[in-house]
Each structure stands twice: as structure tokens, then as C-alpha cells.
């Protein structure tokens, strides 16, 4: 279905490379297009892979891996759950998952936004780099498994554990990082749990007007109280140095 404004895609039963046909060929015949609503998805992968204009994409179901992979962009919204390395690459643009993701999302990120209503898997934030103007950041309602913020080189995490199962984030939290911020919302940390290339201690008023910044699109977002979270505790996680293991490689 279509009008000026949308196009509406029925992703039911349909291949992953017949999907992204059809997304392309919308894109080419209608270059003004707005909005893309794709209903029915069920793992699907590759989505939205690639496009540079700005529209919004809504997608409702789960959408498979690589979703948005090299972006710069477009905003999409996922009504539903999104499988692993979403954001792969990705230069600008916003995703938003109305559920929860899985593994290795944002892998080598360098710009955009990245919103996650609950949880996600295992090396989330893994080597994100910020330059420039680029500055990528990912915000987990959830909690967040092991290696968070691996190898990371630039950017924001922020994790609000706001579920309250467990501890927001698994073991091994930043190793390897050498730039970019983790924020999360905790009153305390083992650290134990954490890589040995990183330090923890209180935000700064810096560091609160950076939170401050993204949490209020995210509460908007997902209807949240904003003043109520920003009330919680913050811990920041920071690299203690910009080359951890440069005496592997250099005298």
C-alpha cells in the first residue's frame, strides 16, 4: 500500500534479498518517499543496509541481523526485537528497538544513535570510534552481557539497568578501551567485573550535561521520567589509556 507520504511493505514470507529489492526499488522510484512501514518481519536480514537519505523506516516485527549496517541517515523503529550486529558500521542516522537486541551491536560504530528499551547481548559498543563531529552513542534501558565497551575508541554507552533483574552489565566491561565514556546507572561497582585497561569514578558536571543531553531523547521516546532517573547514581567507566597495549607492538 502507498500514498504521498509512505510506502507499506508486507515483509510475510519473504526472502531477505527480495525484501531489501523491494526497499531499494522504493527508494529509486520514489525519491521523495518519507516513511517505509514494513509489517511481517520475522528475522529478516540486511535491512535498511546502506541508505543515505533521510526518511524513517518502521519495522514491525523482529528484524534480523545487520540491520541498518552503514547507515547514514535514516531513522528506524523497530516494534519488536532485533537480532545481532545491528548498527554495524553505521555513520548517522537513529535506531530504535521497542524490545531487546542481541550480541555485537553498533560493532565499529562511528556516529548516530542507538536506543534500546530492555536488553541486550554480548559485546554491545565493541570497537565504536567517535571523530570529528561524529559521535556515536548507544543507551540501554536493560542490562547489557559480558564485554561491554570492548576494544572501544570513542563514542557513549550509557546502560539504566532500569529492569532490575541483576547487575546492568556482565564481566569484563571495557577491556581493551581506549577512548569514549560508559555511563551506568549503579551506586556501586566490583571492580572485578572489569576490564583492566579501564577506571571507574563519578561524572563530572560535563559528564552530566552529556547525559543529561541523550536521556532526555530517550525518555522521550519510551515515556519516561526523566528527572526520576537522572536523580539514580552514575558511575563512569574511562580508559586510563589511549594505547594499552602499544609495548606489544612498538618498543
Do not use: W
Not at 521523495?32 to 524513517?56: D, E, S, T
Amino acid at each position: 500500500m502507498e500514498n504521498k507520504n509512505f510506502v507499506t511493505i508486507d515483509a510475510n514470507g519473504l526472502h531477505y534479498k527480495v525484501l531489501n529489492e523491494q526497499i531499494r526499488n522504493t527508494l529509486d522510484q520514489k525519491p521523495n518517499i518519507k516513511h517505509i512501514i514494513i509489517n511481517n518481519v520475522c528475522g529478516q536480514r540486511y535491512i535498511a543496509n546502506g541508505i543515505k537519505k533521510i526518511l524513517k523506516i518502521t519495522i514491525n516485527g523482529t528484524a534480523g541481523n545487520d540491520l541498518s549496517a552503514f547507515m547514514d541517515g535514516p531513522e528506524i523503529v523497530v516494534n519488536g526485537n532485533a537480532q545481532d550486529a545491528i548498527g554495524n558500521t553505521m555513520n548517522s542516522g537513529t535506531i530504535i528497538i521497542k524490545g531487546s537486541a542481541g550480541d555485537i551491536l553498533g560493532y565499529g560504530m562511528r556516529g548516530g544513535k542507538i536506543f534500546i528499551k530492555n536488553d541486550v547481548g554480548y559485546r554491545v559498543g565493541i570497537h565504536m570510534k567517535a571523530y570529528k563531529e561524529m559521535f556515536p552513542v548507544i543507551v540501554i534501558g536493560g542490562e547489557a552481557k559480558d564485554f561491554l565497551g570492548e576494544y572501544m575508541a570513542g563514542g557513549l554507552l550509557i546502560v539504566l539497568g532500569l529492569n532490575k533483574k541483576t547487575f546492568p552489565v556482565g564481566d569484563f566491561v571495557g577491556t581493551g578501551m581506549h577512548g569514549g565514556k560508559i555511563f551506568i546507572r549503579t551506586e556501586t561497582i566490583d571492580p572485578r567485573i572489569l576490564g583492566k585497561e579501564v577506571k571507574s569514578g563519578k561524572l563530572s558536571q560535563e559528564d552530566f550535561v552529556l547525559l543529561n543531553k541523550y536521556m532526555q531523547d530517550y525518555c522521550k521516546i519510551f515515556n519516561l521520567d526523566l528527572d526520576k532517573i537522572l536523580k539514580s547514581n552514575f558511575i563512569k567507566l574511562f580508559p586510563y589509556s589511549h594505547r594499552p597495549y602499544g609495548r606489544l607492538y612498538a618498543y
